[in-house]
């Protein structure tokens, strides 16, 4: 059993306590006993396990062997043998289990397995990692419990050990242990002379973790189906809540402080009785049950006990509820690839008194992101031996094989929240490439040349393409055109269609696409070039020069477009705008229909519809590059800036409702945020910045 038993406060009750724990304990070893003979070990044939009765019997001699004491010092690159590993052909690692025996001594002293221990060998036997030949094993798990301190006897364990056939000092072996160390010590790390063995180990402090090679992995609870919620409850009575048993007296007294001074924290203790699935609150000894009270409560302290590793974390995350870490330096299991930041608070030690101020502190939003992460490492990395098991060997498995080890959204983002990036580009696209200007015209030439040969001086631009949308005009010869370094195509649609824009032609060579109306002749090749630059550092999103954004409103109950000048931004319109050509490529593939149709049918807001498609795939807003936000230009005619009449507005207004209910969801996302370059309006020579050119309004 890994519960721990409460200590009593009071001196007086200490022998009867006493007297019951060892009752306790015989009972649960016999328990043990029972159990372990009934349990149906036929389940076990890949390691061909038999009844206890059956059990091979190894006698230990007086060992020979001298056993290594356990190497403080292990680092994954002189402790852990790889070549163990890499040459039996495999992709992955191997780990055996050496088969079940009864040990005995001289003195007769016999093993046992507790069933928790059983459940572990059982996860390492199921898992991928299994094999059952130890000559291609990189990796060994004893059959010896060493799961608690509690219950092994260290010398004797020690000898097991170290006569296993395959243990050469430990290398390789992988030793699993939830409660290490026995009072009045409590050593963080298990008392067993293990030489070069691997702990994965659930009461490690930052001194004795050895990082990278050992693993830090969680007390298992019993309980833990109890605290279990079917849905996450956001809506607790309890802010905060204390239910570790017989915490430090100095703890108490600082939780004591703080509830004086907030009504809805709960403090919770042993009851007379003693049961761990009842807690009494301390000053009205009302008597709950445990854990369930937990899904009552937002916040969970994990006080440190006499051990640093606590079942209340597990049971906490089960009940849905944020653990808040009041311990200097814990390793938090798994440690090595969850980031705890995302789903617990850490408050030292000496800061406890501080404890409201910093809770009070975290938004709703982020309190429901946190409760949610809770849930999803708890179903994903503890909520069975298992997963502990197999989290355990998946780490090692990244260790050994870096190449295709997972990366740190594989661990700590839920699927659900994944989003997928469908570009397959380093993190910043290589500027070299450049960028195709695509310009979508009907037969304004005057701006339309005015336009080439402004964007003709931007230095990334690679090439022009024209597509030219009116059917009964042919485009000028290309020598009427202005005669620029850069090349030109022209494409002749065959319908007036303002998709046409976004279709993914050929001649589009470059992964970046400057969307560009023909009237946007205002933008200075300062602006554009930067917002080529920004777009590298973003290129799966749109990142251009007007933005728009989208609001709730709250009388007809639909959304509405917005154009005028606020502080929050959710579109940037592809009038003059900077994406990636694959957007394209699902335009023409895989927009509703409906706003497809809708865009036809109304030959306006397919601009709007790019935005949603991308929105709706990376979950991301856009980028507003520079301050300008007025793209007026005397000889405009049916540009959308210019036309600010009312019927033109509603239409937009119409064309996000639309497509919110098209797309089942509204996926725009906003943002308060624009990229200017480093050195705008800081106060400097002109002439020594990088883009000077950019400021107007
Ligand atoms: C365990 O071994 C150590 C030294 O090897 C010895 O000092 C100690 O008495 C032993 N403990 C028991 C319970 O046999
Ligand atoms: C502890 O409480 C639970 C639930 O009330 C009960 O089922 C169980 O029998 C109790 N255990 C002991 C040892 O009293
Ligand atoms: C609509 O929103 C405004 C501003 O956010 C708010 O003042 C008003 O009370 C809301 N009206 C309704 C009916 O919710
Ligand atoms: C929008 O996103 C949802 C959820 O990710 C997805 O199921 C749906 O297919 C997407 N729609 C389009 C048109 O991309």
Redo the contacts with the bound molecule.
């Keep these: 059993m890994l519960l721990k038993i409460p200590l009593p406060n009071s001196p007086t009750c200490y022998k009867n306590f006493f007297i019951s724990i060892i009752l306790l304990i015989v009972i649960i070893y016999i328990y043990q006993l029972t159990t372990y003979t009934k349990v149906n070990l036929v389940y076990y044939d890949k390691v061909r396990l038999v009844n206890l009765h059956k059990l091979p019997v190894k006698l230990l001699e007086d060992s020979v062997k001298k056993p290594a004491i356990l190497n403080k010092k292990c680092t994954y690159w002189d402790c852990f043998n790889l070549y163990r590993c890499g040459n039996t052909g495999h992709d992955r690692i191997t780990v055996y289990v050496y088969p079940l025996k009864k040990y005995l001594d001289g003195r007769d002293a016999s093993s046992v397995i507790s069933k928790e221990y059983y459940r572990i060998l059982e996860a390492v036997i199921d898992s991928k990692y299994y094999t059952a030949n130890p000559n291609e094993a990189c990796l060994f798990v004893p059959s010896v419990d060493t799961l608690s301190q509690d219950n092994l006897q260290t010398n004797f364990t020690t000898k097991i050990l170290n006569n296993l056939e395959y243990w050469s000092g430990g290398e390789n072996h992988l030793i699993y242990n939830m409660i290490a160390g026995k009072a009045p010590e409590f050593s963080p790390v298990v008392e067993l002379d293990v030489g070069n063995a691997m702990i994965a180990g659930a009461d490690f402090d930052t001194f004795t973790f050895r990082t990278g090679f050992d693993i830090s992995i969680p007390i298992f609870s019993p309980v833990l189906k109890l605290a279990e919620e079917p849905e996450i409850n956001y809506n607790r009575p309890w802010f905060l809540t204390s239910s570790q048993i017989s915490i430090d007296p100095l703890y108490m007294q600082e939780l004591e402080d703080l509830q004086a001074k907030t009504s809805n924290i709960l403090i919770l203790d042993s009851c007379y009785?003693h049961?761990?699935?009842?807690r009494c609150e301390i000053s009205t000894n009302q008597p709950y049950?445990y854990p369930q009270i937990l899904q009552k409560s937002t916040f969970c302290t994990i006080f440190r006990g006499e051990r640093m590793g606590q079942t209340a974390l597990l049971e906490s995350m089960a009940a849905g509820c944020i653990p808040v870490i009041m311990m200097d330096s814990p390793i938090m299991p798994f440690n090595d690839v969850l980031d705890w930041k995302r789903a617990a608070i850490f408050i030292l030690e000496d800061h406890i008194d501080n404890t409201m101020t910093v809770l009070r502190k975290i938004t709703p939003q982020h309190v429901r992101e946190m409760q949610k992460h809770v849930r999803f490492l708890y179903n994903t990395y503890f909520s069975s031996f298992k997963q502990i098991v197999e989290t355990s060997l998946d780490i090692i498995q990244d260790r050994v094989f870096p190449q295709w080890g997972r990366v740190y959204d594989d661990w700590n983002v839920s699927p659900d929240d994944r989003t997928s990036n469908p570009l397959f580009l380093p993190i910043t696209a290589p500027r070299a490439q450049g960028f195709t200007a695509v310009i979508l015209t009907y037969d304004r030439l005057e701006s339309l040349f005015i336009l080439i040969e402004k964007i003709s001086k931007v230095p990334s631009l690679m090439k022009i393409v024209v597509v030219w949308n009116h059917q009964r005009k042919a485009p000028p010869a290309l020598s009427k055109f202005p005669q620029i370094a850069k090349p030109i195509s022209v494409i002749r649609t065959k319908a007036n269609k303002l998709s046409n824009r976004f279709l993914p032609y050929e001649e589009i060579e470059t992964e970046a696409i400057l969307s560009i109306d023909d009237d946007i002749v205002m933008l200075t090749s300062d602006e554009l070039e930067f917002g080529y630059e920004v777009w590298r550092e973003f290129p799966d999103r749109i990142v251009g020069f007007p933005s728009r954004t989208h609001i709730w409103d709250n009388v007809t109950k639909s959304w509405k477009y917005e154009s005028e000048w606020t502080n929050e931004i959710s579109m940037v319109l592809t009038g003059a705008a900077f994406y990636h050509k694959y957007w394209n490529y699902l335009y023409t593939t895989a927009l509703p229909t409906g706003v497809k149709n809708w865009v036809d049918d109304h030959m306006n807001c397919e601009d709007i519809a790019m935005n949603f498609l991308v929105a709706n795939i990376t979950n991301k807003p856009p980028i507003k590059v520079a301050p300008r936000k007025k793209f007026k230009c005397p000889e405009c005619t049916n540009n959308e800036m210019l036309s600010a009449d009312l019927g033109h507005m509603v239409e937009r207004s119409q064309c996000v409702d639309f497509f919110t209910k098209a797309f089942g969801r509204m996926p725009l996302q906003s943002v308060e945020f624009r990229a200017d370059p480093v050195l705008y309006k800081d106060p400097f020579p002109e002439k020594l910045k990088r883009f000077n050119n950019i400021g107007s309004l």
């Excluded at 049961?275 to 009842?278: A, E, L, P, S, V």
């Design positions: 009785y049961n761990y699935t009842k049950d």
